[in-house]
């Protein structure tokens, strides 16, 4: 069992890497090295979870995928069924899994959920102009989420032995 507090401040600087280079993989020496020293988490384990998060485990991005395709439904006056709201969230969470750990990665699958679901493409350059801070926060948030699941994984294993 982990304080949060210090948890956060064990990660700020992997989560300042994260925020200023917005890339999973471009954090995960940064990310490899603060789980080992200040967290004191299994080598292999970090190394492991902390490797097949970076593309993965995209949870941040599957948020704003599904976020993103239902705010540009509403701009262009689009109900969604509750079976396409279905195809956003399973669509997101399949390009959450796929998605490259680069800056703006995430854009081309965005278009894909756009065009399943019937909602012009061309709405995705009303985010654009904002996707670099957006891509900021939920690069930091993916990696975030891969350091926990780390510790987590690191939690459960011990307890084993």
């Known amino acids: 069992k982990r304080n949060p507090i210090q948890f956060f401040k064990d990660i700020l600087e992997v989560l300042l ?15 490899i090295r603060v789980v080992d020293q200040n967290l004191g988490i299994d080598k292999r384990i970090g190394h492991f979870v902390l490797t097949i998060g ?38 997101s969470m399949l390009a959450g899994i796929g998605t490259a750990g680069v800056p703006g990665g995430s854009l081309p699958l ?5 065009q399943s679901i ?3 493409a061309e709405g995705i350059a009303i985010i654009m102009g904002v996707d670099r801070l ?13 350091i926990a699941v780390a510790a987590c994984v690191d939690a459960i294993e011990n307890k084993r032995s």
């Open 54 to 91: 970076s593309t993965a485990n995209q949870n941040g991005t599957a948020l704003y995928e599904g976020l993103t395709v239902l705010f540009l439904a509403q701009v262009f006056g689009q109900d969604l069924g509750l079976s396409q709201q279905l195809i956003v969230v399973f669509l």
């Open 134 to 146: 957006l891509d900021m926060s939920r690069t930091t948030v993916n990696v975030c989420g891969d």
């Open 17 to 31: 890497t994260a925020f200023g280079t917005s890339s999973s993989s471009a954090t995960l020496p940064t990310s």
């Open 118 to 120: 019937g909602v012009p």
């Open 110 to 114: 965005v278009v894909l959920v756009l």
